[in-house]
C-alpha cells in the first residue's frame, strides 16, 4: 500500500460529460502529480502542484485542469470528453519534487468515455 | 519524440536465473534516472534508481547500471523470483537546473515473466 488514495477506482460516462478524479496523498507529503496511461501513449505527466501551487506541467489539454486543496487532496476535471480520454489516470506523491524524493503511486482511476 | 525507449516489450526468465532489462534514453540532459515496477491493477512502485554521477548502483537482488556515453542503462535482477512477474518502466526527471524530479518521462515498460 504507498499510502496514496485514488478515487473513484472505475468510471464510465459519456462523450461531452465533465468528470471529477480525487487523490488525497501520503501523509506529510506535499507535491501531488497526475499521470494519464493510455494504451498508445504510455505512462505521462500531466501536472504537479506543490503545497497547493502549479510547480510543472506537461502535456495537459485546456479541457483538463487540476488543483491541490489546502488539506493538500487533489483534483483533476475532465470536460467535454472524448474517447480518447478514455484511460488509466495516476495520482502520485512525493514529500517534495527534489532528486531523493521518488513518487509513491495510487493504484489508479480508470476512466471509460462511451 | 519518445526520449526514454524500453525496445523489449517483453522478457521471460527462469526463476533463479538473471533478469536483464534495458532502457535507452536521447536526451543528454537527463541526469537522474528510475525504475518503477508495476503490476496489474495496482500503481507502479518505486524500485530504485541511479544518479548520473554513478554508474552502478545495487540494493539487494537489484543492480542498475548507467552507462552515459552509451546513453542505456539496464537493471539486473538476480536471482529473479516468480514474485517479480511484473511491467518495469525506466523513467527520467525532466532535466537538473530546478526541474521538478517528478515530471517523469517514462519508457513503454517492459512485461517480466518469471517462470517457475
Known amino acids: 500500500d504507498s499510502g496514496v488514495t485514488q478515487t473513484p477506482k472505475h468510471l464510465i460516462t459519456a462523450t461531452g460529460q465533465r468528470v471529477t478524479l480525487r487523490c488525497s496523498p501520503r501523509?506529510?507529503?506535499?507535491?501531488v502529480y497526475w499521470y494519464q496511461q493510455s494504451l498508445d501513449q504510455g505512462l505521462q505527466f500531466l501536472i504537479q502542484y506543490y503545497n497547493g501551487e502549479e510547480r510543472a506541467k506537461g502535456n495537459i489539454l485546456e479541457r483538463f485542469s487540476a488543483q491541490q486543496f489546502p488539506d493538500l487532496h487533489s483534483e483533476l476535471n475532465l470536460s467535454s470528453l472524448e474517447l480518447g480520454d478514455s484511460a488509466l489516470y495516476f495520482c502520485?506523491?512525493?514529500?517534495?519534487?527534489?532528486?531523493?524524493?521518488?513518487?509513491?503511486f495510487g493504484n489508479g482511476t480508470r476512466l471509460t468515455v462511451t | 519524440d519518445q526520449q526514454v525507449k524500453q525496445n523489449s516489450p517483453s522478457l521471460s526468465v527462469q526463476e533463479g536465473r538473471i533478469s536483464i532489462l534495458n532502457c535507452d534514453y536521447t536526451?543528454?540532459?537527463?541526469?537522474?534516472f528510475l525504475w518503477y515496477k508495476k503490476y496489474p491493477a495496482e500503481g507502479p512502485t518505486f524500485l530504485i534508481s541511479i544518479s548520473s554521477i554513478k554508474d552502478k548502483n545495487e540494493d539487494g537482488r537489484f543492480t542498475v547500471f548507467l552507462n552515459k556515453s552509451a546513453k542505456h542503462l539496464s537493471l539486473h535482477i538476480v536471482p529473479s523470483q516468480p514474485g517479480d512477474s511484473a511491467v518495469y518502466f525506466c523513467a527520467a526527471p525532466g532535466g537538473a537546473g530546478g526541474t521538478s524530479y517528478g515530471k517523469l518521462t517514462f519508457g513503454q515498460g517492459t512485461i517480466l515473466t518469471v517462470h517457475p
Open positions: 501523509s506529510g507529503d506535499l507535491s
Open positions: 502520485a506523491s512525493s514529500v517534495s519534487s527534489g532528486e531523493n524524493s521518488p513518487l509513491h
Open positions: 536526451n543528454s540532459m537527463f541526469d537522474y
